[in-house]
């Protein structure tokens, strides 16, 4: 309960992104999924602290001498 209270407000910000914001800019997107889309599923994925980590290592590698293609979120590792 309280990780979906933690990651509402930067799901707000993503979101406010991508209805707002990204339909000005030119589409420039290096990555599929999406920087965006991303985020959104790590943090879903991963919680509010390991997946900012992951968007925000994602969003930084987005520039013109980064990676690009398909880079999936990582599957959640079990912990037995």
Partial sequence: MWKKIVIAPILLLIYFYKIVISPLMPSSCR???T???YFVEALKIHGPLYGTYL????ILSCHPWGKNGYDPVPEKKCSH
């Fill in 31 to 33: 990555f599929q999924p």
């Fill in 35 to 37: 920087c965006s889309s």
């Fill in 55 to 58: 968007g925000m290592k994602r």
